[in-house]
């Protein structure tokens, strides 16, 4: 059983940055992958990116490759977001999720979900 919950959401101005932390409970966090996905109004779950066991792989889709960054602290159990040249669009609910499986962009190769964090990018 993991427990995640994130953190850093916000109001940020379109071109800014904001970072978004995960936390996970537990002492197993290294055993899984963590995926970012987000969630606006009116439209399904979108993946954002996924980052491996170790943190040395990352994927991202193109909506927000080059803009954002995955990052984890294995020591700390944190997975991070940093998200770069925020845009109106990327205005959503993001949630963190972790996996036992390989790297997936597919809701169903997670196991486990955070609660959301709501992050707004102004025009």
């Known amino acids: 059983q993991v427990q995640l919950v994130e953190s850093g959401g916000g109001l940020v101005e379109a071109g800014g940055s904001l970072r978004l932390s995960c936390a996970a409970s537990?002492?197993?966090?290294?055993?899984?992958?963590m995926g970012w996905f987000r969630q606006a109004p009116g439209k399904e779950r979108e993946f954002v990116g996924v980052?491996?066991?170790?943190?040395?792989?990352?994927y991202y889709p193109d909506s927000v490759k080059g803009r954002f960054t995955l990052s984890r602290d294995n020591a700390k159990n944190t997975v991070y977001l940093q998200m770069n040249r925020l845009k109106p669009e990327d205005t959503a609910v993001y949630y963190c999720?972790?996996?036992?499986?390989?790297?997936?962009?597919?809701?169903?190769?997670?196991?486990?979900w955070g609660q959301g964090t709501q992050v707004t990018v102004s025009s």
């Open positions: 980052i491996s066991r170790s943190g040395n792989s990352t």
């Open positions: 999720a972790a996996g036992d499986g390989r790297d997936s962009g597919d809701n169903s190769a997670y196991d486990y």
């Open positions: 537990g002492r197993t966090f290294s055993r899984y992958i």
